[in-house]
């Protein structure tokens, strides 16, 4: 079996996850870890037993034993380290939002254009057995026509209100996954209307950001539908989706599986990995399988950019309290 070898950028909460699970994902040898941080980069290389770490963040996906990009920095690096690695011609495994603007990621998919470099992006949930098993009945048109979507996404407890500030806000970093997924499920979004809440912590105001919203969405295709995001639950993380259509429903609820704040603080990333852990090793074995058959990963940067430039319109409206039609945000 062919071996890659990975500069992984990034060690911090998800980096570290995600580390954890290469040490099980045959054909991956992470040849150098590298963060701002020297110090997490270090740990980050123990996790895996890398042989190097850095903080020379360009040299790691410049290192000529090097043949994979994979990266977990904050958002708005992204799209620059995308571009190093592309522009070196290695391929890219890399945490969603694809960046934190449409005009980044036009760039981005011109360059990916132009130099044929597969480019992934991670969304995890796509790969989560249940998804996967409702996506089936969908696709054999169990459902009949979809005419509804429903779905909620809440945190056990809020990240950081340093990491909220450069996160983008609630539907560029969190409901983002339910924006991909309605998108994936249903088809193209064409108008959303936010309204959202500061409840859980004041410290979200400061941060111009709610830690709590409700988004109703139309799609081109007729079917309406609501997503509910919150940044705080007692009872654990709250996953739930359900999509409605002519025939029958698929109905997905993850909240009874997550350990619960009542038991001691859950952090974010904790919650995610117990409800999501299969799906994170899942995505990442499929990004090396698609390499190995030189198949194309999905999703890309076009198929990541629709769900950002729908959370963008959603971030829009929240500010404004109209709602905003998902074309009218450009690059
Ligand atoms: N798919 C998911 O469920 C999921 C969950 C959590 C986070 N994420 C995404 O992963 C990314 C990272 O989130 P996190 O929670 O791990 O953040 P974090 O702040 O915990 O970790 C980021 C790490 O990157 C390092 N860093 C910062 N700038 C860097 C740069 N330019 N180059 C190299 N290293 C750099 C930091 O020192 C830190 O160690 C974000 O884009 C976030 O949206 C996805």
Redesign the pocket.
């Known amino acids: 079996m062919q071996t890659f070898r990975v500069a992984f950028?990034?060690?911090?909460?998800?980096?570290q996850m995600h580390l954890h699970n290469l040490r099980t994902i045959a054909g991956v040898q992470v040849q150098v870890v590298?963060?701002?941080?020297l110090a997490?980069a270090a740990h980050g290389a123990t996790i895996v037993a890398a042989p190097r770490h850095t903080d020379d963040?360009s040299a790691a996906i410049a290192d000529p034993e090097v043949d994979v990009v994979m990266i977990?920095?904050?958002?708005g690096?992204?799209p620059e380290?995308i571009r190093q690695a592309v522009l070196a011609g290695k391929p890219v495994w890399c945490?969603?939002?694809v960046a934190l603007t449409m005009p980044a990621v036009q760039q981005l998919s011109d360059l990916v254009d132009q130099h044929q470099v597969p480019v992934m992006i991670?969304?995890?949930r796509r790969f989560d057995a249940r998804y996967q098993r409702a996506k089936a009945r969908l696709d054999a048109g169990e459902l009949g026509r979809i005419e509804r979507w429903h779905s909620q996404s809440i945190d056990a407890s809020p990240?950081s209100l340093a990491?909220i500030k450069t996160?983008g806000g609630i539907c560029i970093?969190m409901i983002i996954?339910d924006f991909d997924l309605a998108t994936y499920f249903v088809g193209e979004i064409d108008t959303v209307y936010a309204q959202g809440t500061v409840v859980v912590d004041p410290g979200f105001i400061d941060a111009g950001d709610v830690d709590t919203i409700i988004v109703t969405v139309r799609f081109k295709n007729g079917a309406i539908g609501v997503i509910t995001g919150g940044r705080r639950t007692a009872w654990g993380y709250d996953i739930r989706t359900e999509i409605v259509g002519s025939q029958e429903r698929a109905y997905i609820a993850l909240q009874s599986a997550t350990p619960s704040n009542h038991d001691g603080d859950v952090s974010?990333?904790e919650a995610?990995t117990h409800t999501?852990g299969d799906a994170?090793h899942a995505e990442l074995t499929y990004f090396f399988d698609c390499l190995r058959q030189g198949i194309t990963p999905r999703p890309g940067i076009a198929e990541a950019g629709q769900s950002l430039q729908v959370a963008i319109a959603a971030t829009q409206s929240l500010h404004t309290g109209r709602p905003v039609r998902v074309s009218d945000i450009s690059a």
Do not use: N, W
């Not at 950028?9 to 980096?15: D, F, Q, S, T």
């Not at 977990?72 to 958002?75: D, E, L, R």
């Open positions: 950028l990034g060690a911090g909460r998800i980096g590298a963060d701002t941080s997490a963040i977990c920095t904050p958002t690096s992204h380290l945490e969603k939002p991670g969304y995890m990240p990491f996160s970093d996954h974010p990333v995610q999501f994170y």
